[in-house]
């Protein structure tokens, strides 16, 4: 695998998006990948892959298309690479450094998680989106979202290639966090086509729903502890349901 060193997304484009962890995770995976400490398993392969092909996927060829419709294949392509990172990463299949590097591109790319198809049930998953790019706002430059999508494509490239014949896959342990988080968690099934139901955690102790919380996560659980003094990774919540909720780290 050859990686540009020192290479990362682009970030004077990304005005109004979370790349904090994108620009972060992106960077460690490079490290790694260079130094060989990290060649991806099989799993981290196919996921990485599926990622691939939605990063690079070219606009549809319309000949016909209007400007309107060209303007929501391209806000289409950045939904799709959202959802796709938040499937992989939910599905708990790959490594820690893989579901890292998927939750910071699903981060980053938040602001398409409804747009341009917002989910229909009122029920449907809502997560908070950067400043200044929803709710009455501009929606953010979709020139920012894809300003990411080069040094993206580079990296799960190298990501999605296969191991070399004769080298055993390597997997690095990925960076724990902890922070402190006020504010609800819902954890949102979809029992059927355009039918959702939502579901608040509440502390099994003292049934606080509303926080403080201490939001540890090791990148294999998420752990939630209450003022209360309880902590439990028996919440039901998916990797994303947590780290799409919580502030920008």
């Given amino acids: 695998m050859t990686i540009e060193p020192g290479a990362s997304p682009a970030v004077s484009s990304s005005q109004g998006l979370w790349i904090r962890a994108l620009v972060r ?34 606009l549809p060829a319309r000949g016909s298309g209007n400007a309107r419709t060209r303007a929501e294949d391209r806000d289409r392509r950045l939904q799709r690479i959202w959802r796709s990172a938040v499937h992989h ?5 790959v490594s820690s450094p893989a579901a890292a590097l998927l939750a910071a591109v699903a981060r980053a790319f938040l602001p398409w998680y409804a747009t341009p198809n917002p989910r229909a049930a009122a029920a449907a998953a809502h997560y908070p989106t950067p400043d200044g790019t929803r709710d009455g706002s501009p929606l953010p430059q979709t020139e920012a979202g894809e300003a990411l999508l080069p040094d993206l494509i580079a990296l799960f490239a190298a990501l999605a290639a296969p191991t070399p014949s004769g080298t055993s896959a390597r997997t690095p342990a990925a960076a724990s966090w902890q922070i402190q988080h006020e504010g609800r968690f819902r954890h949102f099934t979809r029992p ?50 947590v780290f799409l909720a919580v502030r920008d780290t």
């Fill in 89 to 93: 990463l939910d599905a708990g299949a």
């Fill in 25 to 58: 995770e992106s960077e460690r995976a490079r490290r790694l990948l260079t130094a060989g400490d990290w060649q991806p398993a099989a799993a981290d392969n196919e996921a990485m892959a599926k990622i691939f092909a939605r990063l690079a996927a070219p």
């Fill in 192 to 241: 059927g086509r355009g039918v959702w139901t939502a579901e608040t955690f509440r502390c099994p102790g003292c049934a606080n729903a509303d926080g403080p919380w201490t939001v540890a996560c090791d990148w294999h659980q998420v752990t939630l502890g209450c003022l209360c003094g309880l902590v439990t990774d028996r919440h039901g919540l998916t990797f994303s349901e």
